[in-house]
């Protein structure tokens, strides 16, 4: 069976599903082998829990009409996805980068949503998987399509470039994430400029931050749509950004008032007024639609409890987002700070370097009491009376049972995912 008669099936289907404990009735339901388990020995399962058809790439588990034999179902989920984004032929934005990119694809899309249909990555499934299941996520409703890409390899952007084949694209920075991965910053730099290539190569539009000097030279031979601060070159001038904590900026006469905390959002924000004053979104729509705008999953959300003021940005960190949410948590108007900070993952041989910076970093300010946790920020121990080490998060657990922040305090938490620190909420 060809992809445009798989097509064709997938069109009669209302959902799609890689996951048969999330499964709908009438779902297409791909069989995809993962490290662990074979997902084509749940194929009877989709079906008895509503699926249409399923496809499979091991013929073991043939069962009858319903049960379509591809090579390798994963491949095909990725060429079923580039059909499908080739067949509804609508505007696509992509968007990729080191840091923010979740966060400025919902801006993105509560502003764009102000004007048109729009369709976007859910969550942060932005993979070689992902990338797929939002494209096929689309229907004939979608005007706009806004797929965020992520990449921890070289080659990876060029990969989902070539599946999404977008008319618009925005890298948010170039910054020290997944080192390990790419190599080095270097590294991360060539391999987002991929989606640049893309663009030149296709005679697309890239969305410029006029303040980041490599998005400015890496796109002299691309058409561009471009922002910046009390820039007159730019298409879209944006006149003023404060942030304690919460992130204001000045655009067409209009205050913006947003929800997300520190400058580093500042530009976020700033890439959605741009692409929506593109798409010739009302202004006043714009301010709405970024004022409702409440982030959550742990990215820069501002919570209150008794008496602490809690910064929780815990659901990911590197060099770069962890410096300057050190720099803009020093420098809030607050009384006794308090950070809490684990580990960063990926960093590769650089991991050692880069925590050792952030140690140093915070070993002279003496504005806040700081809390380092994680094997990697314990091996850069050194005595300092406003620095507290602990190896596991369940020393650090220890110690708040017997050790209580004093009362009005205004805590960061930022870490890697895989640190939770999330859990210090049921601590404090």
Do not use: W
């Amino acid at each position: 069976m060809n992809i445009r008669e798989i097509h064709d099936l997938f069109l009669k289907c209302k959902y799609l599903s890689i996951d048969t404990r999330k499964i709908e009735k009438d779902s297409m339901f791909f069989a995809i082998k993962g490290e662990n388990f074979d997902a084509n020995t749940f194929a009877q399962e989709a079906l008895e829990h509503g699926a249409l058809f399923v496809i499979i790439d091991n013929p073991s588990y043939l069962i009858d009409h319903r049960t379509i034999l591809v090579q390798n179902s994963l491949e095909t989920l990725q060429e079923l996805a580039k059909f499908h984004r080739q067949y509804l032929k609508i505007p696509i934005i992509a968007l990729t980068g080191s840091n923010g990119k979740t966060t400025t694809k919902e801006l993105i899309n509560v502003v764009l949503s102000q004007k048109y249909n729009t369709k976007a990555t859910v969550g942060n499934l932005n993979n070689h998987i992902g990338v797929p299941l939002t494209l096929l996520s689309f229907t004939n409703e979608t005007e706009i399509g806004i797929v965020e890409m992520g990449a921890n390899h070289k080659k990876e952007i060029e990969f989902l470039c070539d599946i999404a084949q977008p008319d618009y694209g925005y890298i948010t920075n170039f910054g020290k994430a997944h080192l390990e991965g790419f190599g080095g910053v270097e590294g991360v730099i060539e391999g987002k400029s991929e989606m640049y290539k893309y663009l030149i190569d296709n005679n697309k539009l890239a969305f410029i931050n006029l303040e980041d000097p490599i998005q400015v030279e890496k796109s002299k031979a691309i058409k561009t749509f471009t922002f910046g601060i009390n820039n007159s070159k730019a298409d879209v001038k944006i006149s003023s950004i404060e942030a304690n904590p919460f992130v204001i900026i000045g655009y067409d006469s209009f205050i913006v008032n947003s929800n997300l905390i520190g400058l580093y959002n500042a530009n976020n924000i700033n890439a959605a007024v741009a692409i929506g004053n593109y798409f010739k979104v009302d202004a006043k729509d714009i301010k709405a639609a970024i004022e409702n705008y409440i982030p959550t999953n742990n990215r820069s959300q501002l919570l209150k409890k008794g008496t602490f003021q809690i910064i929780l940005d815990a659901y990911n960190a590197n060099p770069s987002s962890m410096a300057v949410a050190i720099t803009n948590f020093l420098q809030l108007d607050s009384l006794n700070k308090i950070m809490i900070l684990g580990d960063m993952f990926e960093l590769g041989n650089e991991s050692q370097q880069e925590h050792k910076i952030v140690v140093d970093s915070l070993c002279n300010q003496n504005e806040s009491s700081v809390y380092l946790i994680g094997k990697s920020f314990f091996e850069n121990f050194i005595p300092n009376e406003k620095l507290h080490f602990f190896e596991t998060f369940e020393d650090f657990a220890e110690y708040l049972k017997m050790n209580k922040f004093k009362q009005e305090s205004t805590i960061l938490i930022k870490g890697s995912r895989g640190m939770a620190l999330e859990r210090t909420l049921d601590y404090i």
